[in-house]
């Protein structure tokens, strides 16, 4: 297997570990990498993970990017379902939560996008485009 991500529980279970890569979808082990299994009913399997994010707050919210957007799992990578609210381009190259708890995501030539969740409020998307020539991050 070809993987180009991974990612661990920050909170909960340290032991479940999740990995993906070009030419598959996602893989989990809830016992520290022996054995795997794959996940993630939803993501077809044309889908290759460009990246990961486990949300902090919520150990079971698992979202994962690709060449064809973002897809959320609310139940721990069994299931997961397209989650591209906003994104204008749909190749995702990588996803990170922030302290506060938003996520936001870098697409290849298309800007970051920024989703907010906050309580008892519809869930917020905003665009960014950086000015040129910047650098947003490095990709492996």
Do not use: C
């Not at 999740?18 to 077809?44: C, E, I, M, N």
């Not at 979202?63 to 204008?88: E, K, N």
């Not at 800007?111 to 990709?139: I, Q, W």
């Amino acid at each position: 297997m070809d993987i180009k991500r991974s990612g661990s529980q920050p909170s909960g279970n340290p032991a479940t570990v999740y990995a993906g890569g070009s030419a598959v979808s996602l893989f989990k082990s809830t016992d520290g990498g022996a054995p795997w299994r794959q996940a993630g009913q939803g993501l077809s399997g044309a889908v290759g993970v460009t990246a990961l994010a486990i949300d902090p707050s919520h150990s079971t919210n698992i979202y994962a990017g690709s060449t064809q957007g973002i897809f959320r799992s609310v139940d721990g990578a069994l299931t997961f379902s397209a989650f591209s609210i906003g994104l204008t381009n749909p190749s995702v190259s990588a996803l990170v939560f922030d302290s506060t708890g938003s996520l936001h995501a870098a697409t290849d030539g298309g800007g970051v996008f920024d989703y907010e969740f906050l309580p008892n409020r519809p869930l917020v998307s905003t665009a960014r485009r950086p000015p040129a020539p910047r650098v947003l991050g490095v990709r492996q």
